[in-house]
């Protein structure tokens, strides 16, 4: 069926730089999506979404970006600390439900000192 | 203020008990939802409240499970007669309001439940 996928399973960045997850999603009626961040033995932590009326949303050090003509999604972090290493999961209201949600299977972010 | 809260944390039961796991969601949020979690993988919807109401219970893997929030609240997952392939992460979720159209509100998460079935 369809979902939500990521090319990178892992990253590894030196502390201070950037990074990007990527993520991308086969379903063309899903018109909202996530990112969460889980760090071990916790449950996912919301970090941004964007509505697919939007290309680019920021918050604090992270950005994402949507790019609907190929069906991907991004993450941008900047100046990436110690404490960003967890798993990156990108969501998508599936299908364009107006609750559930399909997950990816997760980017896991290591950031070196 | 109080995020949502799960317990127990960690759940071993031996294959064939019944086990229950139970979800406090953030006070006021209509909508509760129960996801298990593989190893290694991203969660995976298993059922949707809103209020005492189970409208989509469409990921259950089996009639082995089941769910309920009596009074608009709590939750409580069961599974009953146990395997080891119920092994997993349970995570519960909940969100402000039900949204009868339009995109999701935010879904916050519980710590999850670890459920190891030997």
Not at chain 1, 75 to 83: D, E, R
Not at chain 2, 11 to 16: E, H, I
Not at chain 2, 54 to 81: C, H, M, N, Y
């Amino acid at each position: 069926g369809e979902s939500v996928g990521l090319h990178l399973p892992t990253l590894s960045v030196q502390e201070g730089d950037n990074s990007i997850i990527n993520c991308a999603y086969s379903n063309s009626a899903s018109d909202y999506f996530i990112w969460y961040k889980q760090e071990s033995g916790k449950g996912p932590q919301f970090i941004i979404d964007i509505r697919s009326n939007m290309d680019k949303r920021q918050g604090q050090r992270v950005t994402v970006l949507l790019n609907k003509t190929v069906k991907h999604l991004s993450l941008q972090i900047a100046a990436t600390q110690p404490g960003d290493s967890a798993v990156y999961f990108c969501a998508e209201n599936s299908g364009g439900s107006n609750y559930k949600l399909t997950f990816g299977k997760g980017t896991l972010l290591t950031v070196n000192p | 203020g109080a995020g949502v809260s799960q317990s127990p944390r960690y759940k071993v039961a031996k294959r064939g008990q019944d086990v229950a796991l139970r979800c406090d969601p953030i006070s006021g949020h209509v909508s509760l939802f129960w996801y298990q979690q593989a190893l290694g993988q991203g969660p995976e919807f298993l059922t949707y409240f809103q209020n005492e109401a189970q409208l989509d219970k469409s990921g259950l893997p089996s009639d082995r499970f089941f769910a309920e929030r009596p009074e608009g609240s709590v939750s409580t997952l069961k599974i009953q007669r146990t395997q080891q392939e119920d092994s997993a992460v349970y995570l519960c979720a909940s969100s402000y309001s039900d949204r009868g159209s339009g995109n999701p509100d935010t879904q916050y998460f519980g710590p999850g439940t670890r459920l190891t079935v030997l």
